[in-house]
Every structure is written in C-alpha cells, then in structure tokens.
C-alpha cells in the first residue's frame, strides 16, 4: 500500500514536471506561429507599413495630408497622409509614415503577409486556415462615423505588445 502512495506520488511529480516544461517550451512556439512579422506586411505589394513619405510618394497618389483631427488628440503624430479612404500617421522629425488604417478601396486592393496575399474577399475562414488558432469576436463592435457592424480578430505582431486587427463584416473582411 505504501509503495502504491510513494509511486503514485513520483508518477504526479513527473507529470506535473512534464506540464510545466510543456507550458514553458510548447506555448511559445505556438503562439510564435501565429504572429506577424510587420516587416513582412506590404500594402499593395509594395508600400511598406512604415515607409519615409518621399517614397510613399513615388509609389501612390496621396489623396490628402490633414492635421490631426481633435478626435484624435491623443496621437502625437504631426498629421495624417491619406491614400484612399485609408490613412498613415506622418512624423515630420523623421519624415516618417506608420500606416494605422488600412481600408479596401480602388486604391488600396491587397496587403500581403509574407507570402499571403489578402483582399477585401477574404472570410474568416481562410484566415483561419492561414493563422489555425485565430478567433473571431463573439460581438459586434461599431466604428464611430461607420454604418456598418464589424466582428474583430486580432493576430499579435512578432516582438511586439500590438495587434494586427482584421474587421469582418457581412462575412468578408472590410478593414485592418
């Protein structure tokens, strides 16, 4: 009976020692798949999320560059360049653009991840197939200024504490 006790508690120890290695080897690398790396991450093929605004020139008509707007007071960008309906926020100091808005329109037609391509006909579940663990939000959320209602889902950016956000609505994807 004692030995039954002693091997009982050996077999708990180990398997606990098994779960803790798992937990501390094993999640990283599956959380690692599914992040995305922001170099990676071209508009049209071509325009790098972050990109100097001489070179955003020279790739794409820019609709408008605008103050930012008092909505957005928070931001600490020096204005908003905007191609199309969607928007980079511009840092005059560096000459620099950080795309924040991403919206599928005739002048934005793709973004590729790497060496997936993505566009507005894209559902949930191919982006599901591309990032396996992937979830779509339970509830509708609005955007202010926006009709439509958007189901959310959020891939983390590699090295980062930030999220690539892809908004669905009726079933296709809308907006990053």
Same mark, same amino acid.
Do not use: H
């Given at each position: 009976?004692?030995? #039954?006790?002693?091997?009982?508690?050996?077999?708990? #120890?180990? *398997?606990?020692?098994?779960?803790?290695?798992?937990? *501390?080897?094993?999640?990283?690398?599956?959380?690692?798949?599914?992040?995305?790396?922001?170099?990676?991450?071209?508009?049209?093929?071509?325009?790098?999320?972050?990109?100097?605004?001489?070179?955003?020139?020279?790739?794409?008509?820019?609709?408008?560059?605008?103050?930012?707007?008092?909505?957005?007071?928070?931001?600490?960008?020096?204005?908003?360049?905007?191609?199309?309906?969607?928007?980079?926020?511009?840092?005059?100091?560096?000459?620099?653009?950080? *795309?924040?808005?991403?919206?599928?329109?005739?002048?934005?037609?793709?973004?590729?991840?790497? *060496?997936?391509?993505?566009?507005?006909?894209?559902?949930?579940?191919?982006?599901?197939?591309?990032?396996?663990?992937? !979830?779509?939000?339970?509830?509708?959320?609005?955007?202010?200024?926006?009709?439509?209602?958007?189901? !959310?889902?959020?891939?983390?950016?590699?090295?980062?504490?930030?999220?690539?956000?892809?908004?669905?609505?009726?079933?296709?994807?809308?907006?990053?």
């Amino acid at each position: 009976m004692k030995f #039954r006790k002693i091997y009982a508690n050996r077999l708990i #120890r180990k *398997s606990l020692q098994n779960l803790f290695l798992l937990l *501390s080897w094993g999640l990283p690398i599956l959380t690692t798949a599914q992040t995305v790396n922001l170099a990676t991450v071209k508009l049209n093929n071509v325009i790098s999320t972050q990109i100097n605004l001489n070179s955003l020139k020279k790739l794409i008509e820019i609709d408008s560059i605008i103050a930012i707007p008092n909505l957005m007071d928070m931001s600490v960008a020096d204005s908003l360049v905007y191609v199309g309906s969607s928007y980079f926020e511009y840092y005059k100091s560096e000459n620099m653009c950080y *795309s924040r808005v991403i919206i599928f329109d005739e002048k934005i037609k793709t973004v590729s991840i790497g *060496s997936q391509i993505i566009d507005k006909t894209l559902e949930f579940p191919d982006l599901k197939q591309i990032y396996p663990l992937a !979830t779509l939000s339970k509830k509708p959320i609005k955007i202010m200024g926006d009709d439509l209602e958007y189901y !959310t889902c959020r891939i983390q950016i590699e090295d980062s504490d930030n999220y690539l956000v892809f908004f669905f609505s009726e079933n296709r994807l809308k907006r990053i």
